[in-house]
């Protein structure tokens, strides 16, 4: 599985952005998808998943009600949607594919990992 995202770029604070993972090669045998960030200094840290088969989604705490994770199986792409950014939204974003099944919320348990877009909100 390889994976490209894209979509990041430099916003001020309440901004919005979308991000896009797509997937080639055997994307078929994937059970999730997720989104992961790491800022300067610190751990690569979940954001948000979704099953690619029935669509379930999981959102840290720190995003819940700002960002939307949905996918396009016919374009095998995954979109994060990403509102009312804050400076502590800041971070390289990375998409992950996992293909065991499991609560896809853990860093360690995904398989696949895309080269990561850069997202800056300025204050």
């Known amino acids: 599985v390889q994976l490209q995202a894209s979509g990041g770029g430099l916003v001020q604070a309440g901004a919005s952005l979308r991000l896009s993972c797509a997937a080639s090669?055997?994307?078929?045998?994937?059970?999730?998808v997720g989104w992961f960030r790491q800022a300067p200094g610190k751990e690569r840290e979940f954001v948000t998943a979704i099953i690619w088969s029935g669509g379930s989604t999981y959102y840290a705490d720190s995003v819940k009600g700002r960002f939307t994770i949905s996918r396009d199986n016919a374009k095998n792409t995954v979109y994060l949607q990403m509102n009312n950014l804050k400076p502590e939204d800041t971070a390289v974003y990375f998409c992950?594919?996992?293909?065991?099944?499991?609560?896809?919320?853990?860093?360690?348990?995904?398989?696949?990992w895309g080269q990561g877009t850069q997202v800056t909100v300025s204050s």
């Open positions: 090669g055997r994307t078929f045998s994937s059970y999730a």
């Open positions: 992950a594919v996992r293909l065991r099944p499991g609560r896809p919320i853990y860093t360690q348990t995904y398989d696949y």
